[in-house]
């Protein structure tokens, strides 16, 4: 049989029982799209807390108070609730260690602030002048924290831009809210600038954040000298490694702690947290990606239960066939064709229904998603698996008829 007549034959036999085949595609393009649409989810999230981190600086080693949790020099990355790092401990390190391009230390925490008549929860973080050039912070108006406002414990910040919008509205212009006063847990402070936006997703979102002088910070807000973050920038990525065991043996030393099991620090770098965050959203990516899979089954097993309805509604075709000369491999092709046909269509419709869905979803800002080449590709071969697979039991069957009693078929 020529392929022509055979794709003829196809086409003519998805199209006499139309409702059946309407409805066995649909199951396949629930399950591409879904997959599509899932795993486009996935590598959006996977994108945006990349961006996120790698947005904080570069070549960035954080040191964070709590206990370590494993032993060696992989420090966990998780922060505790203990108080241990100084300001003291960030000078060491600065002056002691070299590979250092900056220091920036950093008291953080969640208050309520207040502008005229509005309000909102924010991330309040004390800073030193060095943090906007290891943070690769920039302000659209105004100034930066410098060390004239830490020195003298100025009551001055720097504000994001959604603190902008939340405060003052989003139609106010960034250069008419510098030198306007807002309260941080009742204490007033003069806006002196507003932060580049640079986004970012919940307690990450450097956008969202008000930057105060460090010193402000230890006396009005925290009431101590404890340091939430000691941010430390290497001069380059391939210092960062050594860079990291001379800080933590340092810590060690400063902290009077012999065992580096019972550090009451911990030492992670960018790499580390990207490692671990790509970790996550792969898994995570996987996950939504196989439970939307599972459509795809119950959509193979709808183009089975089909095509076995289809060889016995075609018994005595297939016997007539058989009977003027067609061989094993000419029946078999043409079911087989069939279950491909349908999963192709459904797969064309799947991916456009699954990429329609993850466009939609990413222009309403409801979810960040990214459409890889790889998930379409992958959906197609999925697809055309899917066929094959569930297609050649219905095709073998309808092959192995007996002419004689095909023909004698009711």
Do not use: C, W
Not at 92 to 114: D, F, H, N, P, W
Not at 116 to 143: D, H, L, M
Request: without cysteine; glycine residues 10%.
């Amino acid at each position: 049989m020529q392929i022509s007549d055979l794709l003829k034959e196809t086409f003519s036999a998805l199209i006499m029982n139309k409702a059946r085949s309407g409805l066995t595609i649909l199951g396949i393009v629930i399950g591409i799209g879904s997959v599509i649409a899932l795993i486009s989810i996935g590598q959006g999230a996977t994108g945006s807390i990349k961006s996120s981190i790698q947005s904080l600086g570069s070549n960035l080693i954080m040191v964070t108070p709590g206990a370590q949790r494993s032993t060696g020099f992989r420090v966990s990355s998780g922060r505790g609730s203990a108080q241990s790092l100084t300001m003291e401990d960030a000078e060491t390190i600065a002056t002691e260690l070299s590979s250092i391009k900056s220091v920036a230390s950093e008291i953080s925490g969640q208050y309520q602030v207040t502008a005229k008549g509005t309000n909102t929860r924010t991330k309040v973080v004390g800073i030193t002048s060095t943090y906007a050039s290891v943070k690769n912070i920039g302000t659209t108006e105004g100034e930066f924290i410098s060390d004239q406002n830490v020195n003298s414990t100025a009551k001055v910040a720097v504000i994001g831009p959604t603190v902008k919008d939340d405060l003052f509205g989003e139609e106010t212009e960034a250069a008419d809210i510098v030198g306007q006063k807002i309260k941080i847990n009742k204490i007033e402070f003069k806006i002196i600038g507003v932060t580049e936006e640079k986004g970012g997703t919940g307690m990450n979102n450097q956008d969202d954040t008000i930057y105060i002088p460090i010193s402000a910070a230890q006396r009005y807000l925290s009431g101590n000298k404890y340091l939430s973050t000691i941010n430390i920038e290497a001069v380059d990525q391939e210092s960062m490694t050594q860079l990291k065991e001379d800080i933590t043996y340092l810590l060690l030393d400063l902290h009077n702690i012999t065992d580096v099991s019972l550090a009451d620090f911990s030492v992670v770098t960018q790499e580390d947290m990207l490692e671990s965050a790509s970790s996550i959203s792969d898994t995570l990516t996987m996950l939504l990606g196989g439970i939307a899979s599972i459509s795809l089954i119950v959509g193979g097993i709808g183009i089975m239960n089909m095509m076995l309805t289809t060889v016995t509604e075609r018994t005595r075709e297939i016997g007539l066939r058989k009977a003027i000369g067609a061989k094993r491999k000419d029946i078999s092709a043409q079911f087989l064709t069939e279950a491909i046909m349908l999963t192709f269509i459904g797969g064309i419709i799947g991916v456009i229904l699954g990429g329609s869905v993850a466009f939609i979803l990413s222009k309403l800002d409801v979810v960040n998603t990214t459409i890889s080449l790889f998930s379409v590709l992958l959906a197609f071969g999925v697809s055309a698996l899917i066929g094959i697979l569930f297609g050649y039991y219905p095709a073998r069957r309808a092959a192995k008829l007996n002419p004689i009693e095909a023909l004698r078929y009711e």
